[in-house]
């Protein structure tokens, strides 16, 4: 037997079965071409027919009768599939046949986990489908919320979809989607045999799958009915299995598809709460990970999930999210607590991924930093789902490690909600945990209730003790603070809206900032290396981009606005603004403007990055509502300068007093750029120094910023 086909078969049924394990807490280990695997292939009446069981372990028995007939049975097994139908040409689609239907009769016995089911695959895209008629101890495709129904054959389905990521496939291994129908009353029974019969109209669910809105545009690569086992014993006798292809449906008519009916959250405002004290709730592996629960460490109860085998940071812990329940455009509340073990600091993140205009996005929800053995929490209790969304997952994740970790916790709910986050050191007003209760509390709630880079807890942000986090808790923290100011004027504050509390205005700065980006979330991008030496060593930037040159790009954006850096306009298309009239330069400015508010969330900062460093009389009245930005200190990067030509040109500016409250020019687009400031921002700490945005310098020194004219530095 060819080696592609034996992989082909494999990879069909373990990609439905790691979609069982994910729900029962259980790992799938990879296989390989050599592993020993029990299989039989072959063709018989113009039926294709297989049988596979994994590791050939334990009894897998099939015998193939004539015109698609056979009979199996399984015990002792990992997981053993058995099937008879058609492999076809991989040329049509399902609409090209005129109809697909299979008339049955089976004698059915599970004992523990299995279904009896129509089974296939299309390409392009690349689906794995079931019609799923009959099962034993477990209803796949588990806890999923459903898409909605479908009557066929006097029978209804509920419709559902599962994404199955970087998971064996009929090519390979790839990211592919599942779909599924499976029958709302089980006709079969658990350790008792059964005789069932009747028919499976598979072109109607198909057709009914289009309704739903997931595409079947691809074209058929298989068809067959499919008796399925896994961890358990049974039998099946399939007595008839009559596969008719191009004389309708078999149903006599177009499906009607029903919406579900809305979702509505508990008594406590949940969709969903995943406490993970018995099972993982829908929580599957993201990447090269394993996810079980555990109760090695629990936040509350017994149990947490443990994350573990991660080879990259964004493997984590995922949950799909159903749009009926979590509608595109609105708000809701999502929390996990999240802890670790291994390393002196972690950073953590909880994300969206969803795809809109056919590409795939990602979205921080919430971000959180958590010292060794310290449970921690993502939280915002007020993040929109972007409008247009589809296929959501949410997802835990690290910034930039691969920790094994734990989460506890998890909800998704009404906007709002939040689980009640305790801790014997905290009280009320001091969200950080810094023993203080000040403006750093304040520029955390305020991004918190904004949707920024932020955690908070009821215990600690409740001001009012209604159980809900939000403005009115933000007016009452402000209140705090101003009273504690009046007691103690020397606390750090926010400034015009900048949060300075982070900085020491003892201690030299300089505005070092970056323009011409984006160049991309590559950990070994340039822009990456520079976002992650300043994050690094805690220092803030400036980036200024321009918005032509950021639409493949977004992500890295997000992802500066999302660490803390300033984002900012470099115009439109980059021209020399002092050869334009002055609606093209309000143009400019504008739609660079508008784009890196779609693109954040929010209003990017009201500061201009002169390109090639040229204005005149008619900028400076056109923009005179936007503070004009160049530089004291170029370090010609763009000019070919080396890393150790950067360097030097900081360092002489140190030495002769230059660089203080100086604004620097960077561009982030070289590898040598990346690499001077990957010395430079350990260095520059070291020495005393501090790196902040252009916002932060001028703020912290008292200094306003004026539209219409131009800066270099804050004197």
């Known amino acids: 037997m060819k080696q592609g086909a034996i992989r082909k078969s494999v990879n069909s049924f373990i990609s439905a079965l790691m979609t069982v394990a994910c729900f029962f807490g259980t790992s799938v280990p990879a296989l390989t071409a050599d592993a020993a695997d029990q299989q039989d292939i072959g063709t018989k009446d113009g039926y294709d027919y297989e049988l596979w069981n994994q590791w050939g372990q334990g009894n897998a028995q099939m015998t193939v009768g004539s015109e698609g007939a056979f009979s199996c049975s399984w015990d002792g097994i990992e997981n053993c599939l058995f099937r008879t139908g058609k492999k076809l040409e991989k040329t049509k689609k399902y609409s090209d046949y005129n109809g697909i239907y299979i008339d049955y009769d089976v004698e059915y016995e599970p004992k523990g986990n299995s279904y009896m089911c129509v089974y296939g695959w299309t390409e392009d895209p690349t689906i794995e489908y079931y019609i799923v008629e009959a099962w034993g101890s477990w209803r796949p495709p588990g806890e999923t919320v459903s898409l909605g129904t479908v009557e066929a054959n006097g029978n209804k389905y509920d419709i559902y979809k599962t994404l199955r990521e970087n ?241 506890d916790e998890a909800i998704g709910a009404e906007k709002g909600k939040v689980i009640q986050f305790n801790s014997s050191s905290s009280k009320l007003g001091d969200l950080n945990g810094d023993g203080k209760i000040d403006a750093a509390d304040l520029q955390e709630l305020q991004n918190f209730i904004l949707g920024k880079k932020a955690s908070a807890a009821l215990e600690t942000a409740d001001m009012n003790d209604d159980g809900i986090i939000n403005s009115f808790d933000l007016v009452l923290l402000r209140q705090t603070v101003v ?141 005179n509502d936007v503070p004009l930005i160049t530089c004291s200190i170029d370090t010609q990067d763009w000019n070919g300068a080396t890393s150790s030509q950067i360097i030097d040109t900081v360092k002489n500016a140190m030495s002769n007093g230059s660089l203080n409250n100086a604004i620097v020019l960077c561009h982030e687009t070289y590898d040598s750029t990346a690499e001077a400031m990957e010395y430079l921002c350990p260095y520059l700490k070291s020495q005393g120094w501090q790196i902040v945005t252009v916002s932060e310098l001028f703020a912290v020194n008292g200094k306003e910023l004026n539209g219409g004219q131009i800066y270099t530095k804050c004197n």
């Open 483 to 623: 009273n504690l100011q009046q007691t103690t004027p020397d606390t750090p504050a926010v400034s015009g809206g900048v949060d300075i509390s982070w900085i020491d205005p003892s201690k030299p700065m300089v505005a070092i900032s970056f323009d011409d980006g984006a160049v991309g979330t590559d950990a070994n991008s340039s822009s990456m290396r520079i976002l992650n030496a300043l994050k690094g060593s805690g220092f803030h930037a400036t980036f200024f981009y321009v918005s032509d040159w950021i639409r493949n790009n977004q992500a890295e954006v997000k992802t500066a606005y999302d660490m803390g850096m300033e984002v900012a306009n470099h115009t439109k298309s980059h021209p020399n603004l002092s050869e334009k009239s002055a609606s093209e330069i309000r143009s400019e400015y504008d739609s660079c403007t508008d784009a890196l508010k779609n693109i954040i969330g929010t209003e990017p900062s009201k500061l201009l990055r002169l390109p090639y460093l040229a204005s005149n009389d008619t900028v400076k009245a056109t923009l």
């Open 167 to 407: 998971q064996p496939s009929i090519h390979g291994t790839e990211t592919f989607y599942q779909y599924w129908s499976v029958r709302q009353d089980n006709p079969a029974q658990n350790n008792v045999k059964k005789e069932i019969s009747g028919r499976i109209s598979v072109s109607k669910h198909f057709e009914a799958w289009e309704k739903a809105g997931l595409d079947m545009s691809g074209t058929m690569y298989e068809v067959a009915l499919n008796i399925e086992g896994y961890q358990s014993n049974g039998s099946a006798n399939v007595i008839k299995n009559g596969l008719v292809m191009g004389n309708g449906d078999g149903d006599g008519g177009s499906s009607t598809v029903t919406p579900p009916t809305p979702v509505e959250p508990d008594e406590n405002g949940y969709f969903f709460h995943s406490d993970f004290e018995s099972t993982a709730d829908s929580w599957g592996a993201r990447g090269d990970a394993s996810v079980k629960e555990t109760s090695a460490e629990a936040f509350a109860g017994n149990k947490s999930l443990g994350v573990t085998g991660r080879t990259d940071s964004w493997n984590g812990a995922a949950r799909s999210l159903s749009t009926s329940v979590f509608v595109p455009g609105n708000s809701y509340s999502f929390s996990t607590a999240v802890m670790q073990n291994k390393t002196a600091s972690e950073d953590f993140k909880l994300t969206l991924q969803y795809d809109k205009d056919g590409e795939t996005n990602y979205s921080t929800i919430a971000t959180a930093t958590g010292a060794k053995g310290e449970w921690v929490q993502l939280a915002n209790t007020s993040y929109t789902i972007p409008a247009g969304a589809a296929n959501l997952i949410i997802y835990t994740e690290t910034d930039s490690t691969t920790t094994d970790y734990f989460m």
